[in-house]
């Protein structure tokens, strides 16, 4: 299918009619006007372990279909996360050190000591406070008006869920999704409407308030919140000295918790607009909603994508790649990768294999929270059918400009009662 973007997206070209070494699908517009899928599709085709020279930080290869992708993470020896590699005359970039950033031992340890918030055991004990307060928040919906799904619902809920595995101020709680979106605001990602001073100096709060927060739960005993965790493993204890490293892991354990389950909770009502007939299936068989669940995180693929850095020279996909070339693994490609998934550009709430995708990553970085994400969005929808008969969208979804957060800024719909 090589359907014409420029239709949809204004003045983006048609990939199809571009000169292939041309193609840098970092460029945040793209996927702010939905029209990345169609220069992945040509990738995947074409050139699957693709060089663009033109990225924002320099050039880099992209890697867009599913083996590829899951062959890419699981090789950790050869394929870094540490992004303190610097290659020759490379742009400097803001990013620093968090746990999904390094490589073994370092990233094994640091992960180790916030897993027990989110172990099998600790998601059995907040099930019921989870449901208990998205039932509360359904309930306060204005049934019969419009209103912004992604601001009553999405950012409400994704930060109740952060300030409880922060055991954060719940009056202060807001400041959570906006440290989220101020961290992803960066000419990296392709989002850089803040002043890269002020993006400091709102981070600098941030991490003025954690440090706060930090002293306290290491003067207490012991809990199960993410900092409460980290001061008190012996792994970590020492983090609060390294205040680049401390607000490094504040921004991962923020986005992470923040931007990936919100965007999914938005994005299964639009798709559900889209596939009306999902949706009367859904209502008549509402056991298929942990399906449901993990198709919404497939299509949606709420982050685009991951980077390595090449630790040697490898041939890959008849590719030489050479030590220190920048390496992107596009989950938003693999997602949508037709020789792996049937049908991948239809929402489809009953697959076979749903989990089969990519958008939790694969290997030692596998999203640490996926279990959490799916429950949150389980609950969700099967409190949603108790209430409504329709969340109908009444108007387009307004995208962010991003390369890195799939997500959107607004969505607005319409309630029916049940």
């Given at each position: ?25 970092s ?16 990738l ?6 693709h ?15 599913f083996?590829?992708?899951?062959a ?33 031992p ?64 719940w ?83 923020i986005?992470?918790g ?24 859904l ?44 390496v ?53 929808w ?37």
């Amino acid at each position: 299918m090589q359907q014409a973007v420029a239709a949809i997206a204004g003045d983006i070209p048609d990939p199809w009619t571009l000169p292939l070494e041309t193609l840098d699908p970092s460029q945040a517009r793209l996927f702010e006007h939905g029209a990345h899928h169609e220069y992945f599709r040509r990738l995947r085709q074409e050139d699957p372990v693709h060089w663009s020279p033109t990225g924002p930080t320099g050039g880099y290869w992209s890697i867009t279909r599913f083996d590829d992708i899951m062959a890419v993470d699981t090789n950790h020896q050869v394929f870094s996360s540490n992004r303190d590699i610097v290659i020759g005359d490379q742009p400097p970039e803001f990013a620093p050190m968090n746990f999904i950033s390094a490589d073994p031992p370092r990233h094994d340890v640091q992960r180790k000591a916030v897993t027990p918030a989110v172990s099998p055991a600790r998601l059995a004990e907040m099930e019921t406070l989870i449901r208990q307060r998205i039932g509360a928040l359904l309930d306060t919906l204005p049934v019969g008006e419009t209103f912004d799904w992604v601001d009553k619902v999405s950012i409400e809920l994704t930060t109740q869920m952060l300030a409880t595995l922060f055991d954060f101020p719940w009056e202060d709680r807001r400041l959570l999704p906006y440290w989220s979106d101020v961290t992803t605001s960066t000419d990296i990602v392709g989002n850089s409407d803040l002043d890269p001073e002020e993006r400091m100096r709102i981070l600098g709060e941030c991490l003025a308030y954690f440090g706060r927060l930090w002293q306290e739960r290491a003067a207490q005993p012991p809990k199960f919140d993410l900092i409460s965790l980290l001061a008190h493993s012996p792994d970590t204890a020492a983090m609060i000295d390294d205040p680049m490293e401390f607000l490094g892991n504040l921004m991962l354990l923020i986005v992470g918790g923040n931007d990936t389950t919100r965007n999914s909770m938005s994005g299964g009502v639009w798709f559900l607009h889209q596939f009306p007939g999902e949706f009367a299936k859904l209502k008549s068989n509402p056991a298929l909603i942990p399906s449901m669940v993990s198709e919404i995180i497939r299509y949606q693929t709420p982050l685009a994508h991951m980077r390595r850095t090449a630790t040697e020279d490898i041939e890959f996909g008849g590719k030489l790649i050479r030590k220190g070339d920048r390496v992107v693994m596009w989950y938003a490609s693999g997602n949508r990768d037709e020789t792996v998934i049937d049908r991948p550009d239809e929402f489809i709430i009953d697959r076979e294999r749903p989990r089969h995708h990519v958008s939790f990553g694969f290997g030692i970085h596998r999203c640490m929270g996926n279990r959490l994400a799916e429950m949150q969005l389980r609950i969700l929808w099967e409190e949603i059918l108790k209430r409504f008969s329709a969340v109908e969208v009444v108007g387009e979804p307004q995208r962010v400009s991003s390369n890195f957060v799939l997500g959107y800024s607004t969505l607005p719909v319409r309630l029916t009662a049940v």
